[in-house]
């Protein structure tokens, strides 16, 4: 392997492991963290919520069906770097349009792979989340761990703002194939002065969202993450979504503020990841810092309105606190089965319910799509649903 192949990343407690570059020449810092997706690479590297972040994936293989523009879920390619044990040397899917490696190039990513990804997955198991740097440039050990230490790290961070779009949209594209939604037929046939109006505050939202709310028979628009109320409401919606989003929740004051404005004008309101966060700080709750947080396709959450367990997509590093709800006015309806943390909330007066987990998958299993028909009947009832459940 020549200097030129020699990539290097440094984590902030001083370790630092040498493998071979991947994608494009550089040095670039981030939070390190890990993923347990078998596959999905390409949404994973395009969700906005991986802001600021160095992917490691832990399935040892990643690459062997190469990229797609199909597969995006953003404009552009969003983790700060990203690290696997073993490029793909070979795709194979009719539907591939060039390799990951060279979509990584391309994209001027970051990469590295040939290191013990299993060590890492431990290390930061262990320890949690870290600060790192990936370079090809600067192969000093000393130097890439003291800039791992004085990069700038999530917390406190505002990366909503890198993320949500510069202005207000309508969003018509549902799912481009056969596959039909959970009883998104009839909806989707109304005509589209008769299909209930909602607003979509984008925080960093994955672009399979919007489709799910199309599908299910929505009017969709979607909304930069500062939009006032009276901007919104200048739509005339029947119902707010808040969507996914990077970074720690607890900088985003303004989206905060928005919520709970139309809280109070007692609008059905939804919201995913990031979103159940900032609707949990309107309703008076707190947010603190996961050790390692939740990222993969197999995290095993129970729905305690119904006793079934999902099998979810996860992305987060933030969680809300159970005990800083208060529990006259909101319940807990869903509850991570791995660290008992909270995933979904429910007022029990007021239409709102939120979930920490991607319904919407991309990549990841369905089990939680009734979620939207969740969302599609509290709208149209436009009460406090008794329970989170699909039809």
């Given at each position: 392997?020549?200097?030129?192949?020699?990539?290097?990343?440094?984590?902030?407690?001083?370790?630092?492991?040498?493998?071979?570059?991947?994608?494009?020449?550089?040095?670039?810092?981030?939070?390190?963290?890990?993923?347990?997706?078998?596959?999905?690479?390409?949404?994973?590297?395009?969700?906005?919520?991986?802001?600021?972040?160095?992917?490691?994936?832990?399935?040892?293989?990643?690459?062997?069906?190469?990229?797609?523009?199909?597969?995006?879920?953003?404009?552009?390619?969003?983790?700060?770097?990203?690290?696997?044990?073993?490029?793909?040397?070979?795709?194979?899917?009719?539907?591939?349009t060039k390799p990951l490696g060279q979509y990584l190039q391309e994209s001027g990513v970051v990469g590295i792979s040939h290191i013990d990804t299993r060590a890492l997955t431990r290390k930061i198991r262990l320890g949690g989340a870290m600060k790192g740097i990936i370079s090809t440039d600067i192969l000093e050990a000393r130097e890439l761990v003291k800039m791992a230490r004085e990069s700038r790290g999530l917390v406190g961070m505002d990366l909503v703002q890198e993320?949500?779009?510069?202005?207000?949209?309508?969003?018509?594209?549902?799912?481009?194939?056969?596959?039909?939604?959970?009883?998104?037929?009839?909806?989707?046939?109304?005509?589209?002065?008769?299909?209930?109006?909602?607003?979509?505050?984008?925080?960093?939202?994955?672009?399979?969202?919007?489709?799910?709310?199309?599908?299910?028979?929505?009017?969709?628009?979607?909304?930069?993450?500062?939009?006032?109320?009276?901007?919104?409401?200048?739509?005339?919606?029947?119902?707010?979504?808040?969507?996914?989003?990077?970074?720690?929740?607890?900088?985003?004051?303004?989206?905060?503020?928005?919520?709970?404005?139309?809280?109070?004008?007692?609008?059905?309101?939804?919201?995913?990841?990031?979103?159940?966060?900032?609707?949990?700080?309107?309703?008076?709750?707190?947010?603190?810092?996961?050790?390692?947080?939740?990222?993969?396709?197999?995290?095993?959450?129970?729905?305690?309105?119904?006793?079934?367990?999902?099998?979810?997509?996860?992305?987060?590093?933030?969680?809300?606190?159970?005990?800083?709800?208060?529990?006259?006015?909101?319940?807990?309806?869903?509850?991570?089965?791995?660290?008992?943390?909270?995933?979904?909330?429910?007022?029990?007066?007021?239409?709102?319910?939120?979930?920490?987990?991607?319904?919407?998958?991309?990549?990841?299993?369905?089990?939680?799509?009734?979620?939207?028909?969740?969302?599609?009947?509290?709208?149209?009832?436009?009460?406090?649903?008794?329970?989170?459940?699909?039809?």
């Open positions: 392997m020549t200097t030129k192949q020699i990539a290097k990343l440094a984590l902030d407690d001083g370790t630092v492991f040498t493998g071979q570059r991947i994608g494009a020449s550089g040095t670039v810092e981030g939070e390190v963290v890990f993923n347990t997706s078998m596959t999905g690479y390409q949404e994973i590297l395009t969700d906005p919520s991986y802001r600021g972040q160095i992917v490691t994936m832990t399935y040892p293989l990643i690459g062997n069906y190469g990229t797609s523009p199909e597969d995006t879920e953003s404009g552009a390619i969003q983790a700060a770097g990203f690290v696997i044990r073993e490029l793909a040397q070979q795709h194979s899917n009719f539907r591939a993320v949500t779009c510069s202005k207000s949209s309508t969003w018509s594209q549902g799912f481009e194939s056969k596959f039909s939604a959970q009883g998104g037929d009839a909806a989707r046939k109304l005509p589209e002065e008769r299909k209930p109006r909602i607003v979509a505050i984008d925080c960093g939202m994955k672009q399979n969202i919007p489709r799910n709310l199309v599908e299910r028979g929505f009017h969709v628009t979607i909304v930069p993450a500062r939009t006032t109320i009276e901007e919104i409401m200048s739509f005339e919606p029947q119902g707010i979504f808040v969507s996914n989003g990077p970074g720690d929740p607890e900088p985003i004051t303004y989206t905060i503020e928005t919520i709970k404005g139309l809280i109070a004008q007692e609008l059905p309101v939804f919201g995913i990841c990031l979103g159940l966060q900032l609707i949990g700080q309107a309703l008076g709750g707190k947010t603190y810092k996961l050790k390692f947080g939740h990222r993969g396709g197999n995290q095993p959450v129970k729905n305690l309105d119904t006793g079934k367990v999902e099998i979810t997509s996860q992305n987060h590093g933030f969680a809300v606190d159970i005990g800083s709800l208060d529990q006259s006015d909101v319940r807990v309806t869903h509850i991570n089965l791995n660290d008992q943390t909270l995933e979904g909330i429910a007022h029990k007066k007021l239409p709102i319910f939120a979930v920490q987990y991607h319904p919407e998958a991309s990549p990841g299993p369905h089990d939680a799509s009734y979620l939207f028909d969740a969302f599609y009947a509290m709208v149209q009832n436009q009460k406090a649903p008794e329970l989170i459940c699909g039809k």
